[in-house]
């Protein structure tokens, strides 16, 4: 078993962890997380966490999952709060676990602001988001030298359920050589029209990473001109991030990892 001898924060009690648990692979939770899990009493985890991570959670603890997923069920996102500030009153030390990081994309600042303003002391446990660690274990890097020296993060699913339009498409589309699509698949086809009215090219490459850093991870690879109809041919299903740019093209060299 691992040596947690290095000096990790305590665990108090009446506080809560927000913490990030990776986009799968449990040996990408950081040792804060593990701490965390190995001394909460209650896990709050939200739909994306796989289940050897939550296994992790000390004996004894309780473990209640209250999530969202791709807008299927619906916890409220208020009841969850309520939730959170509702132990920590009661003295316990409560884990809220979030897939990949809690501050991307995730939820994690609306629950920080609710704590912040309820003043219930918090720590966030920052994880591997999967717009990053997961694109690596497809073999696709978010930056190379020779290819990008930026990236957008962009969701394809705003706080009302449609693509995003708070933000100029066109100025992001012209600006960024690399673009990663976070809950992208719902809209894929709209997605592309947009950025291909944007002036990206259709023949750009792109993947499209599901389950990634689990052993179910599929990657498809494809045109931004035609994969939205390649995603509904293969029936992708979510949760997935699309990755647009030249990276993609060093997965034929960098594609590393084989799902057991
Ligand atoms: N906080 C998370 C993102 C939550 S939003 C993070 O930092 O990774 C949910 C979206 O994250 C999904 O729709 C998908 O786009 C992406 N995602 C999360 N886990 C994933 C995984 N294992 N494989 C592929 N995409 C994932």
């Known amino acids: ?25 449990p040996g990408l939770l950081s040792l804060l997380a593990l701490h965390g899990l190995r001394h909460a009493d209650h896990v709050i985890c939200d739909a994306l966490v796989d289940a050897r991570i939550i296994a992790l959670a000390r004996p004894g603890a309780v473990v209640e999952a209250m999530g969202k997923r791709g807008g299927l069920e619906s916890v409220p996102q208020s009841d969850i709060t309520a939730r959170l500030v509702e132990l920590a009153r009661q003295g316990v030390r409560v884990l809220r676990l979030k897939g990949g990081d809690p501050f991307v994309f995730g939820r994690g600042p609306e629950e920080a602001l609710a704590l912040a303003a309820a003043g219930i002391p918090f720590r966030v446990v920052p994880g591997i988001t999967a717009g990053i660690g997961g694109l690596a274990y497809a073999g696709i890097p978010v930056t190379s030298r020779d290819t990008n020296s930026a990236v957008a993060f962009v969701t394809g699913h705003g706080a009302d359920g449609e693509l995003p339009d708070e933000f100029d498409w066109d100025s992001l589309a012209r600006g960024a050589p690399v673009m990663v699509f976070y809950m992208g ?6 997605l592309a029209a947009r950025l291909l009215a944007a002036g990206r090219r259709p023949d750009e490459p792109v993947a499209v990473v599901c389950r990634a850093a689990t052993p179910d991870q599929t990657v498809l690879e494809s045109r931004l001109g035609s994969v939205a109809a390649d995603v509904a041919a293969a029936g992708l299903k979510p949760p997935a991030v699309v990755v647009l740019g030249g990276v993609v093209a060093l997965r034929d060299r960098l594609d590393w990892w084989i799902p057991s």
């Open 1 to 25: 078993m691992f040596d947690l001898s290095v000096d990790l924060a305590p665990f108090e009690a009446g506080t809560v962890w927000l913490v990030g648990a990776g986009p799968g692979d």
């Open 185 to 190: 698949l719902k809209h894929l086809d709209r």
